[in-house]
């Protein structure tokens, strides 16, 4: 009875303490996102730049006229601090992100467009790196210093050194061109489908359509790009699922099962994997972030019409409102999946306290 | 040098092949004028361009004639250079500013550490894009860029060191003896940092590198007509069916990598074994 007590009541303390932690990440994240927005707005506006030059043309630039209309349309012409206030109430209470330079849309809309493109990527790529990740740090701990050990080790590694532009390209080169077995660029076959409406994440739509054969379209569209986008991330899945196997398998706790007579394969399933994959959690994190920055490359290669080409884009015409947009939604993004893990890993490992 | 010996007489196959390509890559860069058979930039000959790989064009020659093979030599000058002197900013700005903040702490310690959570809380990719597009495309800007994004983890490292350290009972003695903050720093805390921040280094040179190569295959590091790996692979996007234009810049980018990667992971498991789990 004692101890039923004593464990509701641990319970209770140890969920008011996630909450307690969750509200005061959440407060870190607003100032975090607050700094992140005035960051970028300076860079983008403290710089030698000209923006007028970067998009207008040169017989355009001549007339003096045409680029103080220009400027006076865009706030160029005001004190820095005045446009950042302008464009925070803009954002915050007309939830508006202003109107991109280049295509003189309104970049909320563009990047509720592209957004589904880029999530839909990188949740296969996640995917694609944790399986395969896992399955080589595993094979490569039980198989330690063995040839496969080494081989996989050395994939892993070629994995964060490989440069994602040139592995996408190859890859692209190979199973498109060469060997046509996969179609390249975009979502989808554009002769054949026109998908509309819907999430804009076309793999559940075309299941919530029953349109099968979209489906397969979009999958065997998608694959190669998760596959290199991934590809990094699994290499540091891998070696993480390794060391840590291999540190779980030599503790105390493994001997005894093992002395229990207990067979192999299910010391380490049952066992140690549990303990080992932990860590792992956090590297995902990280493979994450690496994600969104590899994503400029493989959706340049692929033309896949996401976050990662609509920032290149951005940055290159100088389209200052969009880069202010995608990168808020870009460290929006990345701040909220590290709180996700962080929670994630207390959740799953009961020895982490929130503090 | 004592360090270099011992490292070499482990059984540690990875390391000893990554210093070995490493090395290369270094005389590479440094004989480039002997090793080339023709100039990067000027031996343009326009009616043989796209020359598949030959005895005379032993990587094949590219949109303008000129041969792969040399550009591919020289442009490790500009790469290596450029990824050294990333991390050697970063180093010298991230310690300088991570001890302070970890000796002195409080409010400095929490202004400077939310300003890198700040620079952290962005895939430095995109953000070294934007700085580097927003700075103008050219080799110093975008070296710049990447000093900006990378010296927060040297900051970081610094910082939790000095941190872990200054309490130990030889600072304090130091300090009753009569040293100077500087002195305590100098000689003190920062040494201890040295094992940590060499590992960094070597792995944080790979990946300048990479980076290096992607800005400037975006087209936001060196302007042409300069060799430089990463733009070399572009071009190669353009001309697709002509595999050697892209594929051999690659492999000069992707063996660098792996030599500093190998470098970087034989010091770390030498220094410290129980670092493997911290850095991952």
Same mark, same amino acid.
């Given at each position: 009875m004692l101890s039923l007590q004593y464990q509701s009541e641990t319970f209770r303390k140890d969920v008011s303490d996630l909450l307690r932690y969750i509200i005061r990440r959440l407060c870190l994240m607003v100032v975090l996102l607050f700094g992140v927005s005035v960051l970028v707005f300076l860079i983008s506006h403290f710089v030698p730049s000209n923006p007028a030059a970067a998009n207008l043309s040169q017989t355009a630039l001549n007339d003096p006229e045409i680029v103080a209309a220009y400027e006076a349309k865009w706030g160029l012409d005001k004190p820095v601090w005045e446009q950042y206030i302008i464009y925070m109430k803009n954002i915050l209470v007309n939830h508006d992100l202003g109107t991109s330079i280049r295509t003189g849309r309104p970049i909320l809309d563009e990047l509720k467009q592209y957004f589904p493109a880029t999530l839909e990527l990188s949740i296969f790529?996640? /995917? &694609?790196a944790i399986v395969l990740g896992v399955t080589f740090g595993v094979i490569s701990a039980i198989f330690q210093n063995k040839p496969i050990d080494h081989i996989v080790r050395a994939v892993s590694v070629s $994995?964060? *050194? /490989? %440069? *994602? !532009?040139?592995f996408a390209l190859l890859v692209m080169n190979l199973f498109c061109s060469v060997m046509n077995i996969f179609p390249s660029g975009n979502r989808y076959d554009a002769r054949l489908f026109a998908p509309n409406g819907g999430t804009g994440l076309y793999v559940i739509d075309a299941i919530s359509w029953n349109n099968w054969p979209l489906l397969s379209d979009?999958?065997?569209? /998608?694959?190669l790009p998760a596959l290199v986008l991934g590809f990094f991330t699994m290499g540091l899945i891998t070696r993480q699922t390794r060391s840590n196997l291999l540190e779980v398998m030599s503790s105390d706790y493994i001997r005894t099962a093992r002395s229990k007579g207990m067979k192999e394969s299910r010391v380490v399933w049952r066992h140690a994997l549990g303990n080992a994959l932990v860590p792992v959690i956090t590297v995902s994190g990280m493979g994450f972030c690496n994600l969104l920055g590899g994503m400029v490359f493989v959706e340049k290669i692929f033309s896949w019409p996401g976050i990662g080409q609509y920032a290149y884009l951005a940055a290159v015409n100088l389209d200052f409102p969009? &880069?202010? $947009?995608v990168s808020l /939604? &870009?460290?929006?993004? +990345?701040?909220v999946v590290n709180l996700f893990i962080d @929670?994630? +890993? $207390?959740? @799953?490992?009961?020895?982490i306290r929130y503090q | 040098m004592k360090v270099l010996k011992e490292l070499l007489m482990q059984k540690n196959i990875m390391f000893k092949v990554g210093l070995f390509i490493f090395?290369?890559? &270094?005389? @590479?860069? @440094?004989?480039? %004028?002997?090793? *080339? %058979? !023709?100039? %990067?930039?000027n031996d343009q000959d326009i009616v043989r361009k796209f020359e598949a790989p030959s005895s005379e064009h032993w990587f094949g020659t590219d949109e303008l004639g000129r041969d792969v093979f040399s550009r591919v030599l020289y442009a490790s000058r500009v790469s290596i250079t450029c990824g050294l002197i990333t991390v050697l900013i970063s180093l010298v700005v991230g310690v300088f500013f991570g001890g302070l903040a970890g000796y002195i702490g409080g409010v400095v310690d929490d202004v400077m550490m939310r300003f890198s959570e700040m620079i952290q809380s962005f895939p430095p990719l995109i953000l070294a894009m934007v700085i580097a597009a927003a700075l103008g495309p050219n080799i110093s800007n975008s070296v710049l860029a990447m000093a900006i994004i990378w010296w927060p983890n040297y900051a970081r490292l610094t910082r939790s060191i000095v941190i872990s350290i200054k309490g130990n009972d030889y600072v304090t003695a130091s300090r009753v003896l009569g040293a100077t903050h500087t002195r305590i720093l100098g000689k003190e805390l920062l040494p201890n940092s040295v094992g940590s921040m060499v590992v960094m280094c070597t792995l944080d040179l790979g990946n300048a590198i990479l980076m290096f190569s992607g800005l400037s295959f975006l087209g936001l590091g060196i302007q042409p007509p300069v060799p430089e790996w990463g733009a070399m692979v572009s071009e190669g996007v353009r001309n697709s069916a002509k595999w050697w234009i892209s594929t051999f810049p690659g492999l000069a980018i992707f063996t660098v990598a792996i030599g500093a990667n190998f470098i970087g992971d034989g010091l770390r498991d030498y220094l410290d074994p129980k670092m493997r789990r911290t850095i991952g």
């Open positions: 790529a996640m /995917l &694609i $994995g964060v *050194s /490989l %440069p *994602s !532009f040139w979009v999958l065997a569209h /998608l694959f969009a &880069i202010c $947009g /939604l &870009i460290a929006l993004t +990345y701040v @929670i994630l +890993y $207390g959740v @799953i490992d009961p020895r | 090395f290369a890559w &270094i005389l @590479i860069a @440094i004989l480039a %004028p002997v090793l *080339s %058979p !023709f100039d %990067p930039i």
